[in-house]
């Protein structure tokens, strides 16, 4: 079937797609920053509402789930991952604020789905532990990033920090899978 002018052989019109400069939609465009926005949006939310649980809870002490692989303990981390840094929560605050601007600028480039999805985890996990930093202080990101799940023989990590690790490792799959 051939265009004619925005009918179709039946003679009914159709509406034409919205196309940006380089022939991709701009509305195909729209929804895949707002598909990351939402996964961002969620992560944050989960994240912030169990580091709450897990400060009410865990006060008293740690939770064994699995005995010498997985437990339940409170930690408050001035760090980096793996507490290093410690202390060094300013700059690692002012680089994750590069890094959320980073990936607000890599939005407008996430042609698929995929990256769409990765880029919003990142980001949701990135802003998670922001928040930390900006209001479990006393001073301007001098907060420590609350961590509780612990694995004994590796480190003490939260939800923010698995969608960050599942984030990239999201973005590199979609790499691969571009080649």
């Known amino acids: 079937m051939r265009d004619n002018g925005g009918a179709d052989s039946g003679g009914e019109a159709r509406s034409p797609s919205i196309?940006?400069?380089?022939?991709?939609?701009?509305?195909?465009a729209l929804n895949l920053r707002l598909l990351a926005v939402l996964v961002a949006a969620l992560?944050?939310?989960?994240?912030?509402?169990?580091?709450?649980?897990?400060?009410?809870?865990l006060?008293?002490?740690?939770i064994v789930i699995i005995d010498g692989w997985?437990?339940?303990?409170?930690?408050?981390?001035?760090?980096?991952s793996f507490s290093l840094f410690a202390k060094g929560g300013a700059v690692i605050g002012v680089l994750v604020i590069a890094v959320v601007i980073m990936i607000f600028f890599a939005l407008r480039?996430?042609?698929r789905?995929?990256?769409a999805i990765a880029l919003g985890l990142v980001l949701g996990g990135a802003v998670g532990n922001l928040l930390d930093r900006l209001f479990?202080?006393?001073?301007?990101?001098d907060g420590a990033v609350v961590d509780f799940i612990n694995?004994?023989?590796?480190?003490?990590?939260?939800?923010?920090?698995?969608?960050?690790?599942?984030?990239?490792a999201l973005l590199l799959l979609a790499a691969f899978l571009r080649r």
């Open 19 to 28: 196309r940006n400069d380089d022939g991709g939609s701009s509305v195909a």
């Open 43 to 57: 992560v944050v939310g989960i994240d912030q509402a169990i580091k709450a649980w897990a400060v009410e809870v």
């Open 59 to 62: 006060a008293d002490g740690p």
């Open 70 to 80: 997985l437990n339940l303990r409170l930690v408050f981390n001035t760090g980096a």
């Open 109 to 111: 480039e996430a042609g």
């Open 113 to 115: 789905r995929l990256d």
């Open 136 to 141: 479990r202080g006393d001073s301007f990101l």
């Open 151 to 168: 694995v004994p023989f590796f480190a003490t990590f939260n939800v923010a920090d698995i969608a960050i690790n599942v984030g990239v």
